[in-house]
């Protein structure tokens, strides 16, 4: 449990930075569909002897549950990431606690505790003050589609993170997480085909960083930490799985300011202290549906 924390909380943390990396000479949906059909592809590979117990609604699970944390996580991550800091998609990703949360009581069609209600406004406000801050990339401002795919792919994310907890997807973690990959990684490379890309993909022009960048994504991001967190799914409640967001803007944004040479102003400061601060107080607060102890 302790290393699956550390994965999710430490790896993740640095990916950031790698896909800032890895899209400065690679388009976004290919980089990221090289990524996780990679990845899915070497974990099937390994878990080949537990494929008899696969049926085909564990495939529309996992599409759907793919194409959720995948296409619209990570694709739209990737393509933010082309104008804004790692540290500040970091930042906005952080959110991700506060959607669960959200979602989650959403149904329930109950009115939300006050401490729901202001880690929503506080971490909205957060948000609010890295938009309106509007910092500098290069020569590029970043334009406000950037937060917007920011947030619609911590969403995203958010939803797949929850219907993985109930979705019917086989037993076997490796192969459950492969296939989740996979059809991510399928959805990822017809979007990138649907813009584009491949006419803009030039190969002789993708730097060694990009390709080690991309490495580090497959291996680590994909492999290692993705594998950590859907076993973490099934064993914990999703709030608390959600606290990585807690520990990886603070990671992005060290190493976004030490290896990168990304800014960090006041306005990051403050509009990330107030993100993080509400993702916090909603762990705190009261959670509707919450499971018995004997369950978790």
């Given at each position: 449990?302790?290393?699956?924390?550390?994965?999710?909380?430490?790896?993740?943390?640095?990916?950031?930075?790698?896909?800032?990396?890895?899209?400065?000479?690679?388009?976004?949906?290919?980089?990221?569909?090289?990524?996780?059909?990679?990845?899915?592809?070497?974990?099937?590979?390994?878990?080949?002897?537990?494929?008899?117990?696969?049926?085909?609604?564990?495939?529309?699970?996992?599409?759907?549950?793919?194409?959720?944390?995948?296409?619209?996580?990570?694709?739209?991550?990737?393509?933010?990431?082309?104008?804004?800091?790692?540290?500040?998609?970091?930042?906005?990703?952080?959110?991700?606690?506060?959607?669960?949360?959200?979602?989650?009581?959403?149904?329930?069609?109950?009115?939300?505790?006050?401490?729901?209600?202001?880690g929503v406004t506080i971490g909205f406000l957060g948000v609010a003050i890295l938009v309106l801050s509007r910092p500098l990339t290069g020569h590029v401002t970043e334009?406000?589609?950037?937060?917007?795919?920011?947030?619609?792919?911590?969403?995203?994310?958010?939803?797949?993170?929850?219907?993985?907890?109930?979705?019917?997807?086989?037993?076997?973690?490796?192969?459950?997480?492969?296939?989740?990959?996979?059809?991510?990684?399928?959805?990822?490379?017809?979007?990138?085909?649907?813009?584009?890309?491949?006419?803009?993909?030039?190969?002789?022009?993708?730097?060694?960083?990009?390709v080690l960048s991309l490495a580090y994504l497959i291996v680590m991001g994909s492999l290692v930490a993705f594998s950590a967190y859907g076993w973490l799914l099934r064993?914990?409640?999703?709030?608390?799985?959600?606290?990585?967001?807690?520990?990886?803007?603070?990671?992005?944004?060290?190493?976004?300011?030490?290896?990168?040479?990304?800014?960090?102003?006041?306005?990051?400061?403050?509009?990330?202290?107030?993100?993080?601060?509400?993702?916090?107080?909603?762990?705190?607060?009261?959670?509707?549906?919450?499971?018995?102890?004997?369950?978790?």
């Amino acid at each position: 449990m302790i290393l699956a924390f550390a994965a999710i909380y430490l790896i993740w943390g640095a990916t950031f930075l790698a896909i800032r990396y890895a899209v400065e000479t690679i388009p976004p949906f290919l980089m990221a569909g090289t990524r996780v059909l990679a990845a899915g592809m070497i974990l099937l590979v390994l878990t080949r002897r537990s494929w008899p117990g696969v049926r085909p609604v564990h495939w529309r699970s996992a599409a759907l549950t793919g194409g959720a944390m995948f296409l619209g996580g990570h694709g739209l991550l990737c393509w933010a990431e082309q104008h804004v800091p790692s540290g500040i998609a970091a930042l906005v990703e952080a959110s991700i606690p506060i959607w669960i949360v959200v979602l989650r009581t959403a149904p329930r069609r109950r009115m939300p505790d006050r401490l729901t209600i202001g880690g929503v406004t506080i971490g909205f406000l957060g948000v609010a003050i890295l938009v309106l801050s509007r910092p500098l990339t290069g020569h590029v401002t970043e334009p406000i589609a950037a937060y917007a795919a920011l947030l619609l792919s911590a969403i995203s994310w958010s939803v797949g993170s929850l219907y993985t907890r109930s979705a019917p997807l086989p037993n076997s973690i490796g192969v459950s997480t492969g296939m989740q990959l996979v059809a991510g990684g399928v959805l990822l490379m017809l979007a990138g085909s649907a813009t584009g890309e491949w006419g803009r993909l030039h190969v002789p022009h993708v730097s060694s960083l990009s390709v080690l960048s991309l490495a580090y994504l497959i291996v680590m991001g994909s492999l290692v930490a993705f594998s950590a967190y859907g076993w973490l799914l099934r064993r914990a409640d999703p709030a608390i799985v959600g606290t990585y967001a807690f520990v990886n803007p603070l990671v992005a944004v060290a190493l976004g300011w030490l290896i990168g040479g990304e800014p960090v102003r006041v306005a990051t400061l403050a509009g990330g202290t107030l993100i993080v601060g509400a993702a916090v107080l909603m762990h705190f607060a009261p959670r509707v549906g919450r499971e018995p102890r004997a369950t978790r």
